[in-house]
C-alpha cells in the first residue's frame, strides 16, 4: 500500500470504535482529545465490569486487558519514557496537511491498531467456536463429553509435536552415523578417537573450507564464516555437532542447529562496526556494573556467578558473553591462578552468599584437575548449600562427561548438606541424541540433577516446538528449567521473538503437557538487575507502539517491592514482521493469530 492508502486504512481502523472516531476529529487541541479519549476508555472499562454479561466470559477479559493497555499508551507518563506519542502521530495523519518528518506509517503499525482497538470493543473475533457442549450437561454425561474434547486436544497437540524430528529418531540416527563415518574417514579416526572429547577439541571446525568438504555450505554461509573469521569473529563447530546436520543442507530438521552456530552476514556486520567503534559497549548485560572483582558477576541477594573460563568448544551466535569471548577453545581464555584465588576467597569472606553457579564460557572444558580443585575449594565454604555448574558440553560434546568427571563432581555433593545440579542448554529435539542421553543418565545415576534453560529464537518458536523439545527432555533425565527470552542485541534482531509469542507458547502449547513437563519459568533477563518474570503481568506494562509496529515495554525489576529501582525500557520486535516471516517459511498465520492479544 502507498502512503494515502494507509492513511485511509487508518481512517477504517479508527471507526472500529465510533466514539474514539468521533474524538479524534474534533477541532481541539491534543491535551483535550487525549482527556476526552482517557475518559471514554475510562467509561468503556466500567462498563465491561458492570455489563460483564453482555460479552461472553474470555472476551471480556480480552476487553477488560486491551483497555487497560490502551489507557496505558496514553499516558504522558508513557510516552515521556518511551520517546514517541501515538495519540500526537495517530492524530498528525488524521488531520495534519503536511506530515513533513512524520515516521511512515506501516501495515505492521496497522495491524497492531487494529487488533488493538478490536481487543477494546470486544471484538477480537478469536472464540469463533461455541461454547463446548459438555457444558450444558453434567454427570457422566457430561464427563465423557468433556473426555472427547480433550483427546482431540491431546491428538492434536501430538500431531503439532510430531513435525519436529529428534535425535532419537530412527531414521535421525542413521542418517547422523553416515555423517559421524564420513567425518572420522575424512579425519582417518576410528571410535577411539572420536570416543575421546580432546580429540574433538584438538579438531574443532573453524574455517569455512573444512566445513564445506563435510556438509553443503550455501554461499550466504560460507561468506559470512569467511568474513567472520577475516575479523577475528569468534567461530567454531565441534565435530560431533558437525555430524548432527543435514550434509545435504535442505533446510529442514537442522536449521535450528545451523542457526545456533553459523553467524548470519548481518551478524557478522554489526560485530565488524561495534569493534571499529571504541565508544561502543558490546556489554549488553552490563556485566561491567555487577562484576565487584573480576570472574564474579552478582545481580541477587543469594547467588554468585563465577567464570573460571571465558571460552567455549563451539560458540552460539545469540551468546550473551559475544563481547568476553575471544576465540572458540582460546588458550588464553582461563581466569588466571591469583584472580581465580581471589575470586574464591571473595566468595569465602561473604557468608550471606549460599549458592554459586560455575560457568563461563563453560567450565567443563577445564582439564579434571582444575575442576576439582574449585569445586573442593566451594565444597569447604560451610554457607555454600548448591553448587551449579552451567555446560554445554552433553549437547556439543557428550564425550567429555567421562566417569571420572562425574565422579569427581558427584564426590562433592552431599544430601542434606550440599547440592551439585548440572544446568544445560538444549535447543531444539535434534539435539537429542543417544550420546547426549548417556551424558545425562551418567549424572542423574549419580544422584545429580540435571536442568535445561532453553533461549527461544525464531529457530525453535514454531507451534509446539519447544513443546516437542520438553517432551523429549523429560524422557532423557533433563528437567526444563528457565526459558529465556532472546536477548534484545541488535546484531542478534533475526534471531529474536516478540514477547506476545513466548506468552503465546506458554498458555497454549505448554499448558497443554503435564505439569511434569512445563516445568520451565519463561523470564526477560534484564540488563543490570535480572530475571523478569514473564509470566506475571504486574511485572511489566506495554507504554507505546511505534510506527514500525514494535511494541515498547515497562520492565520493572525483581526488587521493586524492596528496594526503589529504575525501571527498563525494551523495544520489542514486531509481531507482524514475525508472522510474515513464519508465513514465508511455510507457517499457517492463522494458528498464531491470538498472539495479538498476549500483552
Avoid at 463429553?145 to 513435525?163: I, K
Avoid at 529418531?169 to 575424512?186: M, P
Wanted: with cysteine; proline share 5%; glycine share 4%.
Amino acid at each position: 500500500m502507498n502512503k494515502h492508502s494507509k492513511v485511509n486504512r487508518l481512517r477504517q481502523i479508527i471507526a472500529i470504535d465510533k466514539d474514539l472516531e468521533t474524538i479524534l476529529n474534533l477541532p481541539k487541541s491534543l491535551e483535550e482529545k487525549r482527556f476526552l479519549l482517557r475518559r471514554h476508555l475510562s467509561e468503556l472499562l466500567i462498563t465491561v465490569f458492570d455489563e460483564s454479561q453482555r460479552l461472553p466470559p474470555l472476551e471480556w477479559i480480552v476487553c477488560r486487558d486491551a483497555i487497560w493497555v490502551l489507557r496505558n499508551i496514553l499516558a504522558p507518563r508513557s510516552e515521556e519514557l518511551s520517546g514517541f506519542s501515538l495519540l500526537s502521530y495517530v492524530d498528525t495523519l488524521l488531520n495534519s496537511t503536511t506530515s513533513a518528518g512524520l515516521q511512515p506509517v506501516s501495515s505492521a503499525f496497522l495491524a497492531e491498531l487494529e487488533h488493538l482497538l478490536k481487543g477494546c470493543t470486544g471484538n477480537s473475533g478469536i472464540y469463533k467456536e461455541k461454547p463446548p457442549a459438555f457444558l450444558s450437561h453434567s454427570g457422566r454425561r457430561a464427563a465423557k463429553m468433556r473426555s472427547t474434547d480433550l483427546s482431540r486436544m491431546a491428538r492434536n497437540s501430538a500431531h503439532a509435536m510430531s513435525r519436529y524430528c529428534s535425535g532419537l529418531d530412527n531414521d535421525l540416527q542413521r542418517q547422523q552415523s553416515l555423517n559421524k563415518q564420513a567425518i572420522q574417514n575424512h579425519f582417518g579416526i576410528t571410535d577411539l578417537e572420536w570416543n575421546d572429547w580432546r580429540w574433538h577439541t584438538r579438531n574443532i571446525i573453524r574455517h569455512p573450507e573444512t566445513m564445506g568438504q563435510l556438509v553443503n555450505l550455501s554461499p550466504g554461509e560460507a561468506g559470512a564464516i569467511a568474513k567472520a573469521k577475516k575479523n577475528h569473529i569468534p567461530f567454531g563447530i565441534t565435530p560431533y555437532y558437525l555430524s548432527l546436520m543435514d550434509p545435504e543442507n535442505n533446510k529442514t530438521w537442522d536449521r535450528a542447529l545451523r542457526a545456533q552456530v553459523i553467524p548470519p552476514a548481518d551478524y557478522v556486520d554489526q560485530m565488524i562496526e561495534y569493534r571499529q567503534n571504541d565508544e561502543c559497549s558490546m556489554d549488553f548485560m552490563f556485566e561491567n556494573d555487577t562484576s565487584p572483582i573480576d570472574g564474579i558477576t552478582r545481580r541477587y541477594p543469594n547467588i554468585v556467578i563465577l567464570k573460571p573460563l571465558l571460552t567455549c568448544p563451539q560458540i552460539c551466535v545469540y551468546c550473551q558473553r559475544n563481547w568476553q569471548i575471544e576465540d572458540v577453545y582460546s588458550e588464553g581464555a582461563a581466569l588466571g591462578k591469583k584472580k581465580l584465588d581471589r575470586a574464591l576467597r571473595w566468595i569465602e569472606e561473604r557468608p550471606e552468599i549460599n549458592e554459586v553457579l560455575i560457568t563461563g564460557g563453560d567450565p567443563l572444558l577445564l582439564a579434571d584437575e582444575q575442576l576439582e580443585s574449585i569445586l573442593t575449594r566451594l565444597a569447604r565454604m560451610n554457607h555454600i548449600l548448591r553448587i551449579r555448574i552451567g555446560t554445554r558440553t552433553l549437547v556439543t560434546l557428550p564425550q567429555r562427561i567421562t566417569e571420572t568427571l562425574v565422579q569427581i563432581i558427584a564426590r562433592i555433593q552431599e544430601p542434606g548438606r550440599r547440592e551439585i545440579v548440572v544446568v544445560t542448554h538444549f535447543e531444539h529435539p535434534t539435539e537429542i541424541t543417544p550420546e547426549a542421553m548417556r551424558a545425562v543418565q551418567k549424572f542423574r545415576l549419580s544422584g545429580i540433577g540435571v536442568y535445561n534453560q532453553l533461549v527461544f529464537t525464531y529457530y525453535n518458536s514454531r507451534r509446539f516446538e519447544a513443546a516437542a523439545l520438553r517432551q523429549k527432555l523429560r524422557l532423557i533425565g533433563v528437567t526444563p528449567y528457565y526459558t529465556f527470552n532472546t536477548k534484545g542485541k541488535k546484531e542478534t534482531d533475526s534471531y529474536r521473538v516478540p514477547i506476545a509469542r513466548l506468552l503465546q507458547e506458554q498458555q497454549e502449547e505448554a499448558r497443554l503437557l503435564p505439569g511434569t513437563v512445563r516445568t520451565d519459568e519463561i523470564v526477560f533477563n534484564v540488563p543490570r538487575l535480572g530475571k523478569n518474570y514473564l509470566r506475571a503481568a504486574q511485572n511489566r506494562d506495554i507504554i507505546a507502539i511505534l510506527p514500525d509496529g514494535r511494541r515498547v515495554y515497562e520492565f520493572h525489576p525483581w526488587e521493586k517491592k524492596l528496594a526503589l529501582v529504575d525501571t527498563y525500557i525494551y523495544t520489542d520486535v514486531s509481531i507482524y514482521d514475525y508472522l510474515q516471516r513464519l508465513k514465508a517459511d511455510g507457517e499457517k498465520i492463522k494458528d498464531y493469530e491470538t498472539i495479538w492479544y498476549y500483552y
